[in-house]
């Protein structure tokens, strides 16, 4: 290779900020990411509370189904008059009419039925009590779904109390769609509550513990945080922690699973919290992540549903109830019931969150409160505040100055973007300032688990990096999907009930995480090729009004030419369009009508509108090219809360500011969009609400970052290269001791840009390792096309 211009020159001497506990997980409840899970708990609904709180469909006996074998008679019914405990009342009751060949109950399991695998050990237990025949035995068994045997025990239930009767089951087939069945004879009636079966072969064979493989890929990532449990489902609910649908409460998810009290998840399903904060912070110690719980913080957006202030003391009690709890010795109130669950020794928490995407000025309020009292009693617990989930805006602005009043330590940004913003944006943190409370990047993703989606967040990655005097923590989201049971994607890690696979989102996160150094390395480029700068498109095109689930009249419309002054009237023109649910169903809804087109660059859209009825408003389309490529302003959004400014490319969303607004029904608003090459005003009755630019992505010829691993002195080199083209460079290491050094190198390279991971191919997309020598104190390096490259270079003598 001949000489090259081309360099990354890296000061081996010349330090930057720290990068702390930078990259971390998150843990959220949603995709069946507990319950079918992470959590190895391989009977669904096993105390029988599902309920439809949970879920429409739900019911005591969901996935339960009577068995009469032979000539039997039974009758399978719930009962709550004479529950095993308070907290989880309801309970099976098998009747035995005739008792043939067996009379009992079936479990299918989630997703296709319980996975077996020949010669593997299952733990079972139960409750049981029966009112007669207590000689009979009860008789458990993996069976296929065509009644084939796996494995068996018996045990005997001779008592009309309730007791926890146990029996280990090994299977002599692998079968990914059994079923656990108990049936028994005699006459009566045999009562059972809490079935439970559970691999032999946990994570670390935890009692009560984790589905192996998912949790090995987990703590393969080698994270510094985990935040946990979400997310939404963190305040979504009732204000009452004894309510069926409360707010997330870490006080009911401790103690013995069978006291635990079954939940609505708000994404739709059951919770048994049987993975509860216990186990959390255990996981967190196995893996070596520092535990980041997350807290509700007296307010649910989604409902307004708010804690009253002079009632708040109880929700700041749970807080330092909680760090207590983690960091308390045996002899306080909370780390005596910490020991007493098995774990003597404190946790060591250093971080708190209080709120998840919160919007709105109560949360706010509230926090303040949590604030103070946690700060005056645990001075060195970095608390996080929350911005909501939007990139920019107003409610992202009342986060910041929330947390700058009340000297936050951190505060949670959150955005779901396409990739093409995340390159846009990868020095988004450039200007943050290092005395200023520090960025949690607690949810981030590219809309997709394409190898373009990881190649744009490995870029966006760099930047946090390079940023690490402003940005303390990050990490992507969702984490974990079961295939059966998805409600968002992407995801980092998929999986079904026996196969679990990362995502080309998964190896970026991974060589992030296993090679993140400790203290930044100044590094600079030189002799490189200009940016690639994209081609100047003015956003024009059509225009079109619409309308998102409710009823809507626009008129008067005109379009003013901000160059020239040329106007194009609309005036008496009107236009009514209706999205109701009924509407779509019948296939008569209107959802948009074309105003015009435009070729201006420089204009203003001046409209009427009025909402006649349903629960959101009214969608401007511009700079439309067609239905995957445009803006949209879309007024009422969420709950007929937000109004937000988006771009759409590739049909991947990315929303550029939003604030709040409720579009009232019979109002009419005079709506005005003033475009101005790629910046974009809003206004609503001559109030301007928004305020953004619509960046386009400056490709860089490399996106880089190096830093030094104190344990070892490694120095580590990032580079992604987003190019169509290799990029031969130069890589020169100043001020270098005079050794001979050892370069491991791990890379993702030669994948098509649609590219994925998949269950027929979970390796497709991984990272290669090799290793190469530097003489002195440079090499060269070919960057292939489409890229993530680590160098960790070692001293070898």
Same mark, same amino acid.
């Given at each position: 290779?001949?000489?090259?211009?081309?360099?990354?020159?890296?000061?081996?001497?010349?330090?930057?900020?720290?990068?702390?506990?930078?990259?971390?997980?998150?843990?959220?409840?949603?995709?069946?990411?507990?319950?079918?899970?992470?959590?190895?708990?391989?009977?669904?609904?096993?105390?029988?509370?599902?309920?439809?709180?949970?879920?429409?469909?739900?019911?005591?006996?969901?996935?339960?189904?009577?068995?009469?074998?032979?000539?039997?008679?039974?009758?399978?019914?719930?009962?709550?008059?004479?529950?095993?405990?308070?907290?989880?009342?309801?309970?099976?009751?098998?009747?035995?009419?005739?008792?043939?060949?067996?009379?009992?109950?079936?479990?299918?399991?989630?997703?296709?039925?319980?996975?077996?695998?020949?010669?593997?050990?299952?733990?079972?237990?139960?409750?049981?009590?029966?009112?007669?025949?207590?000689?009979?035995?009860?008789?458990?068994?993996?069976?296929?779904?065509?009644?084939?045997?796996?494995?068996?025990?018996?045990?005997?239930?001779?008592?009309?109390?309730?007791?926890?009767?146990?029996?280990?089951?090994?299977?002599?087939?692998?079968?990914?769609?059994?079923?656990?069945?108990?049936?028994?004879?005699?006459?009566?009636?045999?009562?059972?509550?809490?079935?439970?079966?559970?691999?032999?072969?946990?994570?670390?064979?935890?009692?009560?513990?984790?589905?192996?493989?998912?949790?090995?890929?987990?703590?393969?990532?080698?994270?510094?945080?985990?935040?946990?449990?979400?997310?939404?489902?963190?305040?979504?609910?009732?204000?009452?922690?004894?309510?069926?649908?409360?707010?997330?409460?870490?006080?009911?998810?401790?103690?013995?699973?069978?006291?635990?009290?079954?939940?609505?998840?708000?994404?739709?399903?059951?919770?048994?919290?049987?993975?509860?904060?216990?186990?959390?912070?255990?996981?967190?110690?196995?893996?070596?992540?520092?535990?980041?719980?997350?807290?509700?913080?007296?307010?649910?957006?989604?409902?307004?549903?708010?804690?009253?202030?002079?009632?708040?003391?109880?929700?700041?009690?749970?807080?330092?109830?909680?760090?207590?709890?983690?960091?308390?010795?045996?002899?306080?109130?909370?780390?005596?019931?910490?020991?007493?669950?098995?774990?003597?020794?404190?946790?060591?928490?250093?971080?708190?969150?209080?709120?998840?995407?919160?919007?709105?000025?109560?949360?706010?309020?509230?926090?303040?409160?949590?604030?103070?009292?946690?700060?005056?009693?645990?001075?060195?617990?970095?608390?996080?505040?929350?911005?909501?989930?939007?990139?920019?805006?107003?409610?992202?602005?009342?986060?910041?100055?929330?947390?700058?009043?009340?000297?936050?330590?951190?505060?949670?940004?959150?955005?779901?973007?396409?990739?093409?913003?995340?390159?846009?944006?990868?020095?988004?943190?450039?200007?943050?300032?290092?005395? *200023?409370?520090?960025? =949690?990047? %607690?949810?981030? /993703? !590219?809309?997709?688990?394409?190898?373009?989606?990881? $190649?744009?967040?490995? +870029?966006?990655?760099?930047?946090?990096?390079?940023?690490?005097?402003?940005?303390?923590?990050?990490?992507?989201?969702?984490?974990?999907?079961?295939?059966?049971?998805?409600?968002?994607?992407?995801?980092?890690?998929?999986?079904?009930?026996?196969?679990?696979?990362?995502?080309?989102?998964?190896?970026?996160?991974?060589?992030?995480?296993?090679?993140?150094?400790?203290?930044?390395?100044?590094?600079?480029?030189?002799?490189?090729?200009?940016?690639?700068?994209?081609?100047?498109?003015?956003?024009?095109?059509?225009?079109?009004?619409?309308?998102?689930?409710?009823?809507?009249?626009?008129?008067?419309?005109?379009?003013?030419?901000?160059?020239?002054? *040329?106007?194009?009237? =609309?005036? %008496?023109?009107? /236009? !009514?369009?209706?999205?109701?649910?009924?509407?779509? $169903?019948?296939?008569? +809804?209107?959802?948009?009508?074309?105003?015009?087109?435009?070729?201006?660059?420089?204009?203003?859209?001046?409209?009427?509108?009025?909402?006649?009825?349903?629960?959101?408003?009214?969608?401007?389309?511009?700079?439309?090219?067609?239905?995957?490529?445009?803006?949209?302003?879309?007024?009422?959004?969420?709950?007929?809360?937000?109004?937000?400014?988006?771009?759409?490319?590739?049909?991947?969303?990315?929303?550029?500011?939003?604030?709040?607004?409720?579009?009232?029904?019979?109002?009419?608003?005079?709506?005005?969009?003033?475009?101005?090459?790629?910046?974009?005003?809003?206004?609503?009755?001559?109030?301007?609400?928004?305020?953004?630019?619509?960046?386009?992505?400056?490709?860089?010829?490399?996106?880089?970052?190096?830093?030094?691993?104190?344990?070892?002195?490694?120095?580590?080199?990032?580079?992604?290269?987003?190019?169509?083209?290799?990029?031969?460079?130069?890589?020169?290491?100043?001020?270098?001791?005079?050794?001979?050094?050892?370069?491991?190198?791990?890379?993702?390279?030669?994948?098509?840009?649609?590219?994925?991971?998949?269950?027929?191919?979970?390796?497709?997309?991984?990272?290669?390792?090799?290793?190469?020598?530097?003489?002195?104190?440079?090499?060269?390096?070919?960057?292939?096309?489409?890229?993530?490259?680590?160098?960790?270079?070692?001293?070898?003598?």
């Amino acid at each position: 290779m001949g000489e090259l211009h081309r360099m990354l020159r890296i000061d081996t001497q010349k330090r930057g900020a720290a990068l702390g506990d930078l990259f971390g997980i998150f843990f959220e409840d949603l995709n069946h990411a507990a319950d079918g899970g992470l959590y190895a708990e391989l009977i669904r609904n096993r105390s029988f509370e599902f309920d439809p709180i949970d879920h429409p469909d739900f019911h005591g006996l969901t996935a339960w189904e009577k068995v009469e074998r032979g000539q039997a008679k039974g009758e399978l019914t719930i009962e709550d008059k004479l529950p095993m405990n308070e907290r989880n009342k309801h309970y099976a009751v098998i009747e035995l009419l005739s008792e043939g060949d067996g009379v009992g109950i079936v479990n299918k399991g989630f997703n296709s039925g319980i996975p077996v695998r020949e010669g593997e050990a299952y733990h079972f237990f139960f409750y049981a009590r029966r009112d007669s025949s207590f000689n009979e035995p009860v008789r458990i068994t993996l069976e296929s779904s065509d009644g084939n045997v796996y494995g068996d025990a018996t045990v005997t239930v001779s008592s009309a109390e309730w007791n926890k009767y146990e029996a280990v089951l090994i299977a002599n087939r692998t079968d990914y769609s059994s079923r656990l069945t108990i049936v028994t004879h005699g006459s009566g009636k045999l009562y059972l509550d809490m079935v439970s079966l559970f691999p032999a072969q946990t994570y670390l064979e935890r009692p009560n513990g984790l589905r192996e493989d998912i949790a090995t890929l987990l703590a393969d990532l080698s994270p510094k945080f985990m935040r946990f449990p979400g997310g939404c489902l963190v305040h979504d609910g009732s204000l009452n922690p004894d309510d069926r649908d409360s707010m997330y409460r870490w006080k009911n998810t401790i103690g013995p699973i069978e006291e635990r009290p079954a939940r609505r998840n708000n994404w739709s399903y059951n919770q048994t919290l049987g993975l509860g904060y216990y186990e959390y912070f255990l996981f967190c110690e196995d893996i070596g992540a520092k535990p980041i719980p997350i807290l509700p913080g007296g307010y649910d957006p989604h409902h307004k549903r708010i804690v009253p202030i002079e009632e708040l003391s109880p929700w700041i009690d749970d807080a330092l109830d909680l760090i207590e709890f983690a960091n308390g010795d045996a002899t306080t109130k909370w780390g005596a019931v910490r020991a007493e669950l098995g774990h003597t020794e404190p946790f060591g928490l250093e971080y708190i969150g209080i709120g998840n995407e919160e919007v709105g000025e109560p949360f706010f309020e509230r926090y303040a409160y949590f604030h103070k009292a946690i700060k005056a009693k645990y001075p060195d617990i970095k608390i996080i505040n929350s911005s909501g989930p939007f990139a920019a805006g107003g409610e992202y602005e009342r986060g910041w100055q929330s947390a700058k009043e009340n000297h936050s330590d951190l505060v949670d940004e959150h955005f779901y973007q396409s990739p093409e913003w995340f390159l846009a944006n990868y020095d988004r943190y450039d200007h943050f300032k290092a005395d *200023e409370p520090k960025v =949690f990047l %607690g949810e981030y /993703a !590219s809309w997709g688990n394409t190898y373009y989606n990881a $190649l744009a967040e490995a +870029a966006f990655m760099t930047g946090l990096e390079k940023n690490a005097h402003a940005v303390g923590l990050a990490c992507y989201a969702p984490m974990l999907c079961n295939v059966d049971y998805t409600n968002w994607k992407p995801d980092l890690i998929w999986f079904n009930n026996h196969e679990v696979f990362g995502t080309p989102n998964y190896y970026v996160q991974k060589l992030f995480m296993n090679h993140q150094g400790d203290q930044l390395l100044h590094i600079e480029a030189s002799g490189f090729s200009q940016r690639e700068q994209p081609t100047v498109k003015p956003i024009n095109g059509a225009i079109e009004l619409g309308t998102d689930a409710s009823s809507v009249r626009y008129s008067d419309a005109r379009i003013v030419n901000n160059d020239t002054g *040329e106007i194009q009237s =609309f005036e %008496g023109w009107t /236009a !009514s369009l209706s999205d109701s649910e009924e509407e779509r $169903l019948r296939g008569t +809804a209107k959802q948009a009508v074309t105003l015009c087109e435009t070729e201006w660059e420089n204009y203003t859209l001046y409209v009427k509108a009025a909402k006649i009825s349903g629960p959101r408003g009214f969608v401007i389309y511009f700079g439309k090219d067609d239905e995957n490529n445009q803006l949209f302003w879309e007024i009422s959004g969420w709950q007929n809360q937000d109004s937000m400014i988006s771009s759409r490319i590739n049909g991947r969303s990315s929303c550029l500011t939003q604030s709040l607004f409720t579009v009232e029904a019979g109002a009419e608003y005079e709506l005005a969009l003033e475009v101005t090459g790629r910046q974009i005003r809003a206004y609503i009755n001559d109030e301007q609400i928004h305020e953004t630019v619509d960046r386009l992505p400056v490709i860089e010829p490399l996106y880089y970052s190096a830093s030094v691993e104190d344990s070892t002195g490694d120095m580590i080199v990032k580079v992604v290269n987003v190019q169509e083209r290799n990029v031969d460079t130069k890589v020169e290491f100043t001020d270098l001791l005079n050794a001979s050094y050892a370069i491991d190198v791990f890379e993702l390279s030669g994948h098509a840009l649609e590219a994925e991971n998949s269950f027929e191919k979970p390796d497709q997309i991984m990272p290669k390792e090799k290793s190469i020598r530097m003489n002195g104190n440079h090499f060269e390096y070919d960057f292939p096309k489409h890229s993530v490259t680590i160098f960790r270079i070692k001293r070898i003598g």
